[in-house]
């Protein structure tokens, strides 16, 4: 294996937003998807290469219900980052109808756009179940690969003879030679071995706070059983971290105390209606249960000044052996995100390398 300074010496770091539109306390969903808007333009001049947002449904937290929506209004205000899902969830949904929307993006912004496919509701199970209503909930396990194999048929090259869906085309069709780069993204092994198997690219959610002691092995696993494909001739690995960085350790802390709140506040059966201010956040009564629960499902974000977090996403990327990597910044003031974001691209020197689009 490389280590850390042989691995960022032969290639810099490269970084992805991945966009879950937080909604604020005092905020609204439209405002969350503005910002959504608005941060993508700013992290694009940046240095930034790609920008992912994610689906959530039935949120108080989280306002990005419709990422192929949202990905057209950001594709349209920006002019080179790469722009894609973070995922859909395809169990909602049909592949024909995915793959229509996602060759109707690539249509508008061809060779801009990434569809990343997750298998977890993004919701409960009950606003899942309305997802489909009044038909059955998707045999996750059994019909999930299948999906994700007609998807990528429907948007390369078409059904193969012998599938009940040949002859079915998802239009308007590939343009310009170019088609969304599918990606799978998990917390465990089955969307890894699936990727590898498939020859796409995976993304694994180091974000989640509670899956990095695992992680690693699910990664190497995806490198050691990747066949090549007519999608890729190698594996190709992003890890998404949570990340949150400020001038001091002390005001990230601060700032992140709204985030690490939200982690549990559904669990205690409350509802703030958004991410609450620090203030508010940070003397939060909580009792000792609630405050470990806390520090263990919190484990792996970063959070400091720029060096700390420098540090911090480095050894994650030696950690996971890869040089690409997402991140996830949830504040409860956007001038705060906006910042977070500019000091993580300055502590790692990409700042404005891809104004001319070169590092996409």
């Not at 349209?76 to 024909?96: E, F, N, P, W």
């Not at 229509?100 to 990343?116: K, N």
Request: with cysteine.
């Amino acid at each position: 294996m490389l280590c850390l300074t042989e691995m960022t010496k032969k290639q810099k770091i490269k970084l992805t937003v991945v966009d879950q539109s937080p909604v604020r306390k005092g905020g609204t969903s439209s405002d969350a998807l503005r910002e959504s808007v608005e941060l993508a333009t700013c992290v694009e001049k940046i240095g930034y290469s790609r920008y992912w947002v994610a689906e959530h449904h039935n949120s108080s937290s989280f306002s990005g219900t419709s990422p192929e929506i949202l990905i057209g209004q950001i594709a349209a205000k920006t002019k080179h980052i790469r722009v894609g899902s973070g995922g859909v969830m395809l169990s909602h949904y049909s592949a024909l109808k995915v793959a229509e929307q996602f060759s109707v993006l690539d249509s508008f912004y061809p060779d801009r756009v990434d569809l990343g496919i997750g298998r977890a509701p993004g919701s409960d199970r009950r606003t899942a179940a309305a997802l489909t209503y009044p038909r059955p909930t998707m045999d996750v396990y059994h019909d999930f690969p299948q999906m994700v194999r007609d998807l990528a048929d429907f948007l390369n090259g078409g059904i193969k003879d012998g599938n009940p869906l040949s002859g079915i085309v998802a239009h308007p069709g590939s343009q310009n030679n170019s088609s969304p780069r599918i990606w799978l993204l998990g917390s465990s092994d089955y969307s890894a071995k699936l990727a590898a198997e498939m020859g796409l690219p995976f993304s694994f959610a180091d974000f989640f706070g509670n899956t990095s002691e695992y992680g690693p092995q699910i990664c190497n696993m995806y490198r050691e059983e990747f066949k090549p494909s007519e999608y890729l001739s190698e594996p190709l690995l992003n890890v998404g971290l949570q990340v949150i960085c400020a001038p001091t350790e002390e005001e990230a802390n601060y700032i992140g105390s709204s985030r690490n709140l939200n982690k549990i506040i559904s669990r205690l059966g409350l509802s703030t209606n958004g991410l609450l201010p620090p203030d508010e956040a940070i003397n939060w009564p909580l009792d000792a249960h609630a405050k470990e629960y806390i520090k263990y499902e919190t484990r792996s974000y970063i959070e400091g000044d720029p060096e700390q977090v420098r540090d911090g996403i480095l050894k994650a990327a030696d950690r996971y052996q890869t040089n690409d990597l997402g991140i996830v910044s949830n504040c409860y003031d956007f001038d705060h995100r906006k910042r977070s974001y500019q000091l993580v691209a300055e502590s790692l020197d990409i700042a404005s390398t891809s104004k001319d689009g070169t590092t996409n």
